[in-house]
């Protein structure tokens, strides 16, 4: 099955800094690359999510980029706020059907954000 | 649009004990998943239910977890007997439609802890 290894696994930046956490994947099939994002105690919130026929996509302070022939993909935060601090999830699927469907996660990073 | 509902919220039980979660999907999504999440882990999923069949179930121990949806909508996950390892936070998610939106969302969760 899939493996996908997450860095790092803390992080700390000063409020205004960038905030990259990165990601590989094992299985070149895989073709969907969601990140989710988990504040203590609640549930996982997907923020941005990104498929294979693009190599980047962006949502205003937020960025993810993806190099298929490498097998990795990055989360890009610019401008952080407090508010962003929270454990980041990556996840790599193939998108559908029976177990190709199934979502591996990473161990997650927790970034902080100090004021 | 309400979220995934997921009940109990927390659960405490002593081993040997059976326990049974119930996660109501967010309205129109036919498929539904089962997660496991370890302290400091991403996600596991134990389950995938497309409407009433379970299509991915391989990651889901058999000897003492069930789980079933009966009428396509509602879930059950079960455990009997509870074992220490399985204390853990069990998270529910649905989407659309595998094969028109790959989107997952997630439910609260329900914090399991086994003494």
């Known amino acids: 099955g899939e493996n996908v290894e997450q860095h790092p696994s803390t992080l700390s930046v000063q409020e205004g800094d960038s905030a990259v956490i990165k990601c590989t994947y094992s299985d070149s099939a895989s073709n969907y690359f969601p990140w989710y994002k988990q504040e203590l105690g609640k549930r996982p919130q997907l923020i941005i999510d990104i498929r294979s026929n693009v190599g980047e996509k962006k949502d205003q302070r937020i960025a993810v980029t993806l190099n298929k022939t490498a097998k990795h993909f990055s989360l890009h935060i610019t401008e952080t706020q407090p508010e962003d601090s929270a454990v980041y999830f990556c996840?790599?699927?193939?998108?559908?059907?029976?177990?190709?469907?199934?979502?591996?996660f990473g161990r997650g990073t927790q970034l902080t954000v100090w004021p | 649009e309400a979220g995934v509902v997921q009940s109990p919220r927390y659960k405490i039980i002593e081993k040997k004990q059976p326990v049974a979660f119930w996660c109501n999907p967010i309205?129109?999504?036919?498929?539904l998943y089962w997660y496991r999440q370890n302290l400091g882990q991403g996600p596991e999923l134990l389950i995938r239910y497309e409407n009433e069949e379970a299509v991915d179930d391989s990651q889901l121990p058999k000897d003492r977890f069930s789980a079933e949806r009966l009428k396509g909508v509602d879930s059950t996950l079960k455990i009997q007997p509870a074992e220490l390892g399985d204390s853990a936070v069990y998270l529910c998610?649905?989407?659309?439609?595998?094969?028109?939106?790959?989107?997952?969302?997630f439910g609260p969760g329900t914090r399991l802890t086994v003494t």
């Open positions: 309205s129109g999504h036919n498929t």
């Open positions: 998610a649905s989407s659309l439609d595998e094969y028109l939106s790959y989107e997952q969302y």
């Open positions: 996840a790599a699927s193939r998108g559908r059907g029976s177990t190709l469907g199934r979502l591996y």
